[in-house]
């Protein structure tokens, strides 16, 4: 089984919203990544988490909040999200953590900020 | 700093005519690359990657991609594409095995029937 799953697909919040993305993996995976992808435009890493512990953040803001409960699951805690963080949000999860390790990638969820 | 051009924001092909998308790569070392394709709302999915060795990698999906150093390319070969090939095609780079992922800008791919 080579699938990561995300939930929700589509998510449509206002700006004083709390909401949560939820992504699951069970390839026994030690790494687990969000990233946040613009329309027309490549993924770009937001978050790294490397055996449940988090390795890197790309200096992302505050009102995105990581959480890794376990080894399979990671989740993207959302809070006073503004318009311009409508995007598409995907998870990926690898082996270890390092580029070099192909990363499985679910489907996505689509965020939109009104 | 890693960095992946794709010079090719947009590519139309006939379905059955051949395929090459473009991929360059910046930076002395030697990188490791891969091709990743995404369809429409979907995630990504990895179709081949070049670490070493043979420098003519074959992928899923009937395609391969050829490492030349001489002119830092890595460019993505299909010789005859089918409708379902229209996507989002992204070349990416990785320099040293502790440091993430660098996605070139992608490539439309329209197939004309």
């Known amino acids: 089984d080579t699938e990561v799953t995300q939930t929700p697909k589509h998510l449509v919040m206002g700006m004083t919203n709390k909401k949560s993305l939820k992504c699951e993996q069970h390839m026994g995976h030690r790494a687990m990544y969000w990233y946040k992808q613009k329309a027309k435009k490549p993924p770009e890493l937001m978050f790294v988490?490397?055996?449940?512990?988090?390795?890197i953040n790309e200096s992302v803001p505050s009102r995105f909040s990581p959480e890794c409960p376990n080894s399979s699951l990671l989740n993207l805690h959302l809070h006073a999200l503004q318009p311009e963080d409508s995007a598409l949000y995907l998870c990926a999860s690898s082996q270890i953590s390092g580029g070099t390790d192909t990363q499985y990638f679910g489907p996505g969820t689509r965020l939109t900020v009104l | 700093a890693q960095s992946v051009t794709q010079p090719d924001i947009h590519i139309t092909v006939s379905e059955g005519a051949s395929l090459e998308l473009r991929c360059n790569y910046s930076y002395g070392a030697t990188p490791y690359l891969f091709w990743y394709v995404q369809s429409p709302g979907q995630g990504l999915q990895l179709l081949l990657k070049?670490?070493?060795?043979?420098?003519l990698v074959q992928g899923i999906k009937g395609f391969e991609a050829e490492f030349k150093r001489s002119q830092s390319s890595f460019n993505l070969r299909k010789p005859s594409v089918h409708w379902s090939d229209a996507a989002e095609y992204f070349c990416?780079?990785?320099?040293?095995?502790?440091?993430?992922?660098?996605f070139g800008g992608g490539t439309r791919l329209m197939v004309k029937p």
């Open positions: 990416a780079v990785v320099y040293n095995a502790g440091n993430m992922l660098t």
């Open positions: 988490y490397s055996y449940e512990k988090l390795s």
């Open positions: 070049y670490f070493s060795g043979d420098t």
